[in-house]
T-cell receptor
Framework: EADIYQTPRYLVIGTGKKITLECSQT?????MYWYQQDPGMELHLIHY???????EKGDLSSESTVSRIRTEHFPLTLESARPSHTSQYLC???????????FGEGSRLTVL | GENVEQHPSTLSVQEGDSAVIKCTYS??????FPWYKQELGKGPQLIID?????GEKKDQRIAVTLNKTAKHFSLHITETQPEDSAVYFC??????????FGAGTTVTVRA
């Protein structure tokens, strides 16, 4: 059983609001990732981190930002949400680069 | 993603029959190919993976084959059961050790 947690699971907010999606893991993994999963189910990497104070943008351009101040915590922030940000956001962590990704259950965001 | 193509997008099989999902990748340097299963309302979970130095790997009813020359790999599920119904994703390592996922295959096992 993976020890990676995302909150909130579901969030409905209005345009222009600032939101933070939380992700925490208790496995001590250095590598953490955020994926955006669109209605067609495809997974797109939007941010990743290989350790504390290390963050990189992924393959899909995103207006969100991330931080990695502690190993176990990798929050994602949208400063001003728009309807185009409506999606599911999945957080994951891994011990090795060529190894299993452990996913959280996702945060489904709806922006009205 | 454009680096990994997955087919079919949907697959319906009779319980007890086999299911096969195929993926192709573009980066000849890719050397790690995992398969993930995503059930409704949950995050994807690794079910099997294969590295480039192996041509086939099997785990009970699940097997994966890899053809590095043709740059394609496949997932085989035998004796399908209702609990096999889910979305399956293939993936490959591209570029600087990031995973690129296929678009997913929705598998439905008919009782």
């Amino acid at each position: 059983e993976a020890d990676i947690y995302q909150t909130p699971r579901y969030l409905v907010i209005g345009t222009g609001k600032k939101i933070t999606l939380e992700c925490s893991q208790t496995m001590g993994h250095d590598k953490m990732y955020w994926y955006q999963q669109d209605p067609g189910m495809e997974l797109h990497l939007i941010h990743y981190s290989y350790g504390v104070n290390s963050t990189e943008k992924g393959d899909l351009s995103s207006e969100s930002t991330v931080s990695r101040i502690r190993t176990e915590h990798f929050p994602l922030t949208l400063e001003s949400a728009r309807p185009s940000h409506t999606s599911q956001y999945l957080c994951a962590s891994s011990e090795f680069t060529l190894g299993e990704l452990f996913f959280g259950e996702g945060s489904r965001l709806t922006v009205l | 993603g454009e680096n990994v193509e997955q087919h079919p997008s949907t697959l319906s099989v009779q319980e007890g029959d086999s299911a096969v999902i195929k993926c192709t990748y573009s980066d000849s340097a890719s050397n790690y190919f995992p398969w993930y299963k995503q059930e409704l309302g949950k995050g994807p979970q690794l079910i099997i993976d294969i590295r480039s130095n192996v041509g086939e790997k099997k785990d009970q009813r699940i097997a994966v084959t890899l053809n590095k020359t043709a740059k394609h790999f496949s997932l085989h599920i035998t004796e399908t059961q209702p609990e096999d119904s889910a979305v399956y994703f293939c993936a490959a390592i591209i570029g600087d050790y990031k995973l690129s996922f296929g678009a997913g295959t929705t598998v439905t096992v008919r009782a």
